[in-house]
């Protein structure tokens, strides 16, 4: 089960720290990920890590500004957006998959996903 916390309404340029709780014991058998789903938008790739945290990805709307990490003593993924936009207003996903790919970036990937936590970004 993953479990998403940390959304909120901010205004532009303000930071925000998500974290995805994993209960089980497997967590750091996983690569994990943040998804993001704007209203009216297909679910979109926003940052993936590997269990070794040796393979980072971003997309390219995000580099530079937002930096995921994991705890696998602790069972936690981690988001931290910092000078946010408008455009990065979304449900933010938590996801987690079990394949042993390189790169791990689709949707269709991913075999375990939270239940969304809402981020609102005003201008």
């Known amino acids: 089960q993953l479990v998403e916390s940390g959304g909120g309404v901010v205004q532009a340029g303000a930071s925000l720290r998500l974290s995805c709780r994993a209960s089980?014991?497997?967590?750091?058998?996983?690569?994990m990920a943040w998804f993001r789903q704007a209203p009216g938008k297909e679910r979109e790739f926003v940052a993936t890590i590997s269990r070794n945290f040796n393979n980072i990805n971003y997309v390219d709307s995000v580099k530079g500004r937002f930096t995921i990490s994991r705890d696998n003593a602790k069972n936690t993924l981690s988001l931290q957006m910092d000078s946010l936009k408008p455009e990065d207003t979304a449900v933010y996903f938590c996801?987690?998959?079990?394949?042993?790919?390189?790169?791990?970036?689709?949707?269709?990937?991913?075999?375990?996903w939270g239940q969304g936590t809402q981020v609102i970004v005003s201008s």
């Open positions: 996801a987690a998959s079990q394949s042993y790919e390189a790169v791990v970036i689709h949707v269709q990937d991913f075999d375990y």
């Open positions: 089980g014991r497997t967590f750091s058998t996983y690569t």
